[in-house]
């Protein structure tokens, strides 16, 4: 009914960007918060940003300063940029967003994952 795909991971050297991407389609009448999650191996996932349907944002704190939240309501489409990763930042990121189908049914969506792997 309603899907969440991502793109844009990859391999990076420390130091350098990768810009995410996430795009809902399906059958959407309102799009709440977007969020990008990430988890790698052996550790749980954990929320590293957010942005609200008025823009408004949150990061946990290791990622403040170098990473940026943004959407695009026209595309449902909501991005992560990432500059000067860490290798600390290699994970597998998941797009996340609360979502209103044109039915008025409630879901929370998460996209597929993608990879993003830092080299030091």
């Known amino acids: 009914q309603v899907q969440l795909v991502e793109s844009g991971g990859g391999l990076v050297q420390a130091g350098g960007s990768l810009r995410l991407s996430c795009a809902a389609s399906?059958?959407?009448?309102?799009?709440?918060?977007m969020a990008w999650y990430r988890q790698a191996p052996g550790n749980q996932r954990e929320l590293v940003a957010s942005?609200?349907?008025?823009?408004?944002?949150n990061y946990v704190d290791s990622v403040k300063g170098r990473f940026t939240i943004s959407r695009d309501n026209a595309k449902n489409t909501v991005y992560l940029q990432m500059n000067n990763l860490k290798p600390e930042d290699t994970a597998v990121y998941y797009c996340?967003?609360?979502?209103?189908?044109?039915?008025?049914?409630?879901?929370?969506?998460w996209g597929q994952g993608t990879l993003v792997t830092v080299s030091s």
């Open positions: 996340n967003a609360g979502v209103t189908t044109r039915g008025f049914r409630s879901l929370e969506v």
């Open positions: 399906g059958s959407i009448f309102r799009i709440y918060t």
């Open positions: 942005i609200t349907s008025g823009g408004s944002t």
